[in-house]
Nanobody, 120 residues
């Protein structure tokens, strides 16, 4: 079965950096997308970064562009989110998601989430 395991969330001071990891197992698709989402208390979940296997392209939301970078390892079994210049407004639970693109339908899987707290 498909499983996603997130790690790396912690307490960090403003201006600091963190790298989140999402280890994925249980699938073998040629066409897929991976992404990171976050949800702060009292706010809607928002997509912040994604990567597409088709051409390796990436996209980052304006709120994190220039500070966050999504990537994968060489085996494409782990998804990373490098976060720099963290600010209090980045405090949220961060979730990874993978979408497997079948010929006629998509299959989506979510991780459990990892807490990132930015505070002095």
């Amino acid at each position: 079965e498909v499983q996603l395991a997130e790690s790396g969330g912690s307490l960090v001071q403003p201006g600091g950096s963190l790298t989140l990891s999402c280890a994925t197992t249980g699938f073998s698709f040629d066409d897929w997308s991976v992404g990171w989402f976050r949800q702060a208390p009292g706010k809607e979940r928002e997509g912040i970064s994604c990567l597409r296997s088709y051409d390796g392209s990436t996209h980052h939301a304006d709120s994190v562009k220039g500070r966050f970078t999504i990537s994968t390892n060489s085996a494409k079994s782990t998804v990373y989110l490098q976060m720099n210049s963290l600010q209090p407004e980045d405090t949220a639970v961060y979730y990874c998601k993978i979408v497997l693109h079948g010929r006629t339908m998509d299959y989506a899987y979510w991780g459990q989430g990892t807490q990132v707290t930015v505070s002095s």
